[in-house]
């Protein structure tokens, strides 16, 4: 057990809804990321929070956004959905982004989450 | 374009027999390594990482993974896989100064026993 939660551990839904994926961080992780594993494109990494604020994007669709409340849990909120957008949604944390001048042992270690299983049919 | 490549995604084995899974990076600036390992139906787990000093790195139930700079690249090892060992290793590439892991495609390794 990684100390990273995910709900739901399932979602089955249909095409063209609105789903939201919740994440809770490692006790004492500030930031949070969250990352699309499908058979096609392997695991690609979408968005990334510290302590709130957006920090990184990456290869994340329009119609995907996310946020990061002050309790440092996040949600992914995945619209207008796709066929394609089937996959296994991993959320991961981190104590603290790497520092400018040092980089310390630990502090660039992710922790994953057990992911949710979206199916959209 | 930066990329994590992992070569031979599909490895069939017996146990007792020793693996080896390559990672190579494209990277030029310093980097964190990692490889994780994802059991069936379960999350990604940490194997091994590098932040510095001693390239040879020892993880997790016997697995050691080596940095070679000037190859770009961190290959994994274990002498003798069991059963267990089934899975999918994940190679990953953690730039300095950025936050977002990149990963290989996997290596799926089904070990009979």
């Known amino acids: 057990d990684s100390g990273v939660t995910q709900t739901p551990k399932h979602l089955i839904t249909a095409t063209g809804q609105r789903v939201t994926l919740r994440c809770s961080p490692r006790s004492g992780d500030l930031s949070v990321y969250w990352y699309q594993q499908s058979l096609d494109q392997g695991l690609q990494f979408l968005i990334q929070y510290y302590n709130g604020e957006e920090r990184a994007k990456g290869n994340i669709l329009e119609r995907f956004s996310a946020q990061q409340f002050p309790d440092l849990h996040s949600e992914l909120n995945l619209s207008s959905l796709e066929l394609g957008d089937s996959a296994l949604y991993f959320c991961a944390s981190s104590v603290a982004p790497p520092l400018t001048s040092v980089v310390k042992a630990g502090y660039n270690e992710q922790f994953f989450g057990p992911g949710t299983r979206l199916t959209v049919l | 374009a930066q990329s994590v490549s992992q070569h031979n995604h599909h490895v069939i084995l017996s146990e007792a027999a020793s693996l080896e899974l390559g990672c190579n990076y494209s990277?030029?600036?310093?980097?964190?390594l990692f490889w994780y390992v994802q059991y069936p139906g379960q999350h990604l787990q940490l194997l091994l990482k590098?932040?510095?000093?001693?390239?040879l790195v020892k993880g997790i139930k016997g697995f050691e993974a080596e940095f070679i700079k000037s190859k770009f690249s961190f290959n994994l090892r274990k002498p003798s896989v069991q059963w267990s060992d089934t899975a999918e290793y994940f190679c990953?590439?953690?730039?300095?100064?950025?936050?977002?892991?990149?990963f290989g495609k996997g290596n799926q390794v089904v070990v009979i026993p």
């Open positions: 590098y932040f510095s000093g001693d390239p």
């Open positions: 990953a590439v953690l730039l300095y100064g950025n936050n977002r892991l990149a």
């Open positions: 990277y030029g600036g310093t980097v964190n």
